[in-house]
């Protein structure tokens, strides 16, 4: 029995390819797995009877590898990370262009042999598997309120061109719940804005009388009945109870997203720097999962697509472009707290200003502001401390 083993998995959704190498890299074992409990206890004990200490390296540590890292933790395995990206990078090195699972496996078993900087998993990531759940459905619930809405002012054109051009559904529910209600142009007129207005107060909706007497005077507008508005109007009717529905459910889950990110560690270190509230912290904190796993602000940036990457060619250089590969969700997260903090913060808002004054496009100097905070936010990270207006007296002096 050899005294050590290093075991590379290409984590895959329905099936994993292992891959076991000794000291030297020959390959000891290389087989599919199906993601299931048994086989994976089957593969432990295979490949513990192969050597004495085993190092297991993974490529995912998301969904897909939920049950593998639980079983290997569940019997004291160690446990390391070797990103995608640089399992690509390192292929380059290895015989064949062939790409395949099991060439993949081989070479993140030889590269945790290899190298000594890959971060090590730790069990305990409850919190963050949640916020990654609830992140993922609340996007999948604005994602169908947003499909909701449009259906619903398709059907209102043909019901009431007038009434859909006033119709503020995006961004006001009295709206929405008045049309759950009255679609047609002769209800709403027959009703009246006293009668519209009642309905809305009492469902606590603010300023009824306003979207009242919109909508009357939208409907008034029209007299004669458009073809099948009768049957548009039983659709939209039902879309607008759908889009009712689903605010609540967002609402919900925001409830249940803040009471995790508010019970995890460094819940309060983001939310205190501007521009993150719980919503965008948990979408950080679902990207990023575990901070060992970054090591650095410019691997921070790097995987949210805030470094630009060198673009050259002959006698071209110096240009530079947008990584093809980043995280969309952080890059987003980062984005729209640095947009944000433009509104709310002098020093930020400052840094902006300055920014465009140099000739940059408002997109581009916001992501010059967001790769600038990602630095004080990496800081803020690793030292768990909180964001203030100034920096303490011993980073100045530094």
């Known amino acids: 029995m050899l005294d050590q083993a290093w075991v590379g998995v290409d984590v895959g959704k ?29 593969l432990l004990a295979e490949v513990g009877a192969l050597a ?34 640089a399992v690509s990078q390192a292929a380059v090195g290895y015989r064949g262009e062939a790409k395949t699972d099991a060439k993949d496996a081989r070479i993140i078993a030889d590269q945790s042999r290899m190298r000594r900087d890959l971060p090590e998993l730790q069990p305990g990531q409850d919190l ?42 995006a961004g006001q529910r009295g709206w929405v719940l008045l049309l759950a209600h009255y ?22 909706i603010r300023n009824p009388d306003r979207i009242a007497q919109a909508a009357v005077a939208a409907a008034s507008a029209q007299t004669v009945g458009l073809p099948g508005q009768d049957v548009a109007a039983g659709v939209a009717g039902a879309l607008a109870a759908e889009v009712l529905d689903l605010e609540a459910r967002i609402t919900q889950t925001d409830h249940a997203l803040q009471a995790r990110f508010g019970r ?33 602000a410019d691997r921070l940036a790097a995987y949210a697509g ?14 530079l472009r947008t990584p093809v590969r980043y995280h ?48 004080v ?8 401390r909180t964001w203030q207006p100034q920096p303490p007296a011993s980073h100045q002096a530094a």
């Not at 679609?183 to 606590?204: E, F, I, W, Y």
């Open 128 to 169: 963050v598997v949640e916020l990654r759940i609830l992140t993922s459905r609340r996007a999948d619930l604005v994602g169908d309120r947003t499909r909701a809405i449009n259906r619903l002012r398709q059907q209102l054109t043909a019901i009431c061109p007038a009434l859909e051009r006033v119709a503020e559904l």
């Open 264 to 296: 995890h560690q460094l819940g309060e270190v983001i939310c205190s720097m501007p521009g993150f509230g719980f919503r965008l912290g948990a979408e950080l904190l679902a990207a990023i999962g575990q901070l060992e796993l970054i090591g650095s």
């Open 377 to 384: 936010l990496w800081a803020l990270l690793r030292d768990h």
């Open 328 to 375: 969309r969700a952080l890059r987003r997260a980062m984005y729209l707290a640095a947009l944000t903090a433009i509104r709310c913060s002098p020093q930020d808002r400052a840094y902006y200003q300055r920014k465009r004054a140099e000739g940059k496009r408002h997109v581009q100097a916001v992501i010059c502001l967001a790769r600038r905070r990602t630095n």
């Open 183 to 204: 679609q047609r142009p002769s209800d709403l007129h027959h009703v009246g804005a006293a009668g519209l207005a009642a309905l809305l107060a009492g469902h606590g």
């Open 306 to 319: 805030l470094s630009p990457v060198a673009n050259d060619s002959g006698k071209r250089t110096g240009r």
């Open 52 to 85: 004495r200490r085993l190092v297991w390296t993974v490529d995912l540590t998301t969904a897909e590898a939920a049950l593998l890292l639980a079983v290997l933790w569940g019997h004291r395995q160690r446990v390391r990370y070797l990103a995608g990206r």
């Open 14 to 42: 329905d099936h994993h390819w292992a891959a076991a190498v000794d000291a030297d890299g020959r390959v000891l074992l290389s087989r599919k797995i199906p993601n299931d409990q048994q086989a994976i206890l089957g």
